[in-house]
């Protein structure tokens, strides 16, 4: 659990979670009071925020250890050991979020129709992944695939797959989904080019001029970040 928390505790994820945020605050309808299932959650980073948000959350992780040192931070919301592609809770809610998870997920269709058939018909999606649209994924990509590593997915192992807003639209609709607002952060890839030149991380808020101005949801930004992220409700 620690581990996880001091895992994500640096400038891009901070300044990534900052902008996040804003966006989620400034596209959704007012949380306060709202059924909302955080899947995937993890060690909790996102569990704090909707609680303050005032929202009804339920939490699905497939990992018990974890799930109970997030339920020992966050006792007000209902935590379900589960894997979210066959979940079945039984109840559908206004706000599903799911960060930071698609790109795991072996069977990603099944876990979108799940996801749908757990959503109220006025609610929302929303997801964030990593995209291979990004000048990350063109600079880091492009070093691991001329050092031979050709099935780099990312920083972690258990990552399957990249998306960009044009896959990620499709597998939308084909589970009944329309995109409706795109989010995008860590635009400069500062992390890997420090350490190539310089062999140690530098970091600057500088860097994130992107997250700074709240430009993440503006062409060309909303497409381009390291990380995307996107809102989605149910077609019809």
Same mark, same amino acid.
């Given at each position: 659990m620690e581990a996880f928390l001091k895992a994500h505790d640096n400038l891009e994820d901070r300044m990534r979670g900052k902008s996040l945020k804003i966006f989620l605050i400034k596209s959704l309808p007012t949380i306060k009071g709202k059924e909302v299932l955080d899947v995937g959650a993890g060690g909790g980073i996102w569990t704090r925020f909707w609680l303050n948000e005032g929202a009804k959350l339920t939490v699905v992780d497939m990992h018990g250890p974890i799930l109970l040192g997030n339920k020992s931070k966050n006792p007000d919301a209902e935590f379900v050991e589960s894997d979210a592609t066959t979940v079945k809770l039984g109840r559908k809610f206004d706000i599903i979020f799911?960060? =930071?998870? $698609?790109?795991?997920?072996? =069977? *990603?269709? @099944?876990?979108?129709?799940?996801?749908?058939?757990?959503?109220?018909? =006025?609610?929302?999606? /929303? &997801?964030?992944?990593?995209?291979?649209?990004?000048?990350?994924?063109?600079? *880091?990509?492009? !070093?691991? /695939? &001329?050092? #031979?590593?050709?099935?780099?997915?990312?920083? =972690?192992?258990?990552?399957?797959? +990249?998306?960009?807003?044009?896959?990620?639209?499709?597998?939308?609709?084909?589970?009944? +989904?329309?995109? %409706?607002?795109?989010? #995008? @952060?860590?635009?400069?890839? !500062?992390?890997?080019?420090?350490?190539?030149?310089?062999?140690?991380? %530098?970091?600057?808020?500088? /860097?994130?001029?992107?997250?700074?101005?709240?430009?993440? *949801?503006? &062409?060309? /930004?909303? !497409?381009?970040?390291?990380? $995307?992220?996107? $809102? @989605?409700?149910?077609? #019809?």
């Open positions: 799911a960060k =930071d998870l $698609i790109e795991h997920i072996k =069977d *990603d269709s @099944a876990f979108l129709k799940n996801m749908a058939a757990h959503l109220k018909e =006025d609610g929302y999606l /929303f &997801l964030e992944t990593q995209n291979s649209l990004s000048l990350n994924y063109f600079f *880091d990509g492009g !070093y691991n /695939f &001329l050092s #031979g590593n050709k099935g780099w997915c990312g920083y =972690d192992p258990t990552h399957l797959r +990249f998306y960009n807003f044009k896959n990620l639209t499709e597998k939308l609709r084909q589970a009944g +989904f329309k995109p %409706i607002r795109w989010w #995008g @952060a860590y635009h400069f890839p !500062y992390r890997f080019l420090s350490r190539l030149v310089l062999k140690r991380l %530098i970091e600057w808020e500088g /860097f994130h001029l992107v997250e700074l101005l709240h430009l993440g *949801d503006k &062409l060309p /930004f909303k !497409y381009t970040g390291w990380a $995307i992220g996107v $809102i @989605a409700k149910k077609k #019809g």
